[in-house]
């Protein structure tokens, strides 16, 4: 698919077809092109979790229900009642979540190339290791769709990030930043048309000054 037409169609697609499947090949290739995406200084401080075990993927649900973090039980199974219903996420026969090593770049930027004597996590304007992780997911995202897959982000509450750690026994230097759940969609679900919801763009691009519209 040409990369225009690739940006275009792209969007997120929470039902699919529980029948089919993502081969390993696929598997392989979304996984490979993850970690083509951009890392700052090369750190390739991110980590996936591959869930496609039946068992396993109802204990991700489980937890992605609890969306506050404080549900009670009934509250959770209501709510999973409810996203079962409309067939949202659970039919998804593959989830890839991906995790951010923040200790990488630490280390990474006190080397003697970097010009840093420390690992002070206070001259990052923001969470670079965060960042990377979701340029690693859109990566995926993208080779998704162009390989006949759709895909949906999904994420946790911090309060459920604990027990999803302890779940999947994940070592606690990593941070579950957010997953992707893949699989070929649902045909029965048609595309949604958010064109009346878009912002236009010269209403978020700004030139020179903050109060300059940009040049067009």
């Known amino acids: 698919m040409e990369f225009d037409q690739l940006v275009r169609r792209r969007r997120m697609v929470r039902r699919y077809d529980p029948n089919r499947p993502v081969p390993q090949p696929l598997v392989d290739k979304l996984l490979g092109h993850a970690v083509r995406a951009p890392s ?82 206070s001259r990052w304007p923001a969470a670079y290791w965060d960042m990377d992780a979701g340029a690693a997911t859109l990566m995926m995202h993208l080779t998704a769709l162009n390989e006949g897959l759709a895909s949906c982000y999904i994420g946790l509450s911090p309060k459920t990030i604990p027990e999803f750690k302890d779940t999947f026994g994940i070592p606690d230097r990593l941070h579950p930043v957010v997953g992707l759940t893949i699989g070929y969609a649902d045909e029965d679900e048609p595309p949604r048309d958010l064109s009346d919801r878009r912002r236009p763009l010269g209403d978020m691009v700004h030139e020179g000054r903050w109060s300059d519209p940009a040049t067009r």
């Open 40 to 121: 700052g200084g090369f750190s390739q401080g991110w980590e996936f979790l591959v869930i496609r075990k039946a068992e396993d993927l109802e204990s991700l649900w489980k937890l992605s229900w609890n969306t506050r973090g404080d549900s009670t039980a009934t509250e959770a199974q209501r709510r999973s009642e409810a996203y079962r219903a409309r067939g949202f996420w659970v039919t998804a026969p593959l989830v890839i979540w991906a995790l951010s090593d923040r200790d990488r770049y630490l280390d990474r930027y006190a080397q003697g190339d970097k010009g840093w004597t420390d690992r002070s996590e």
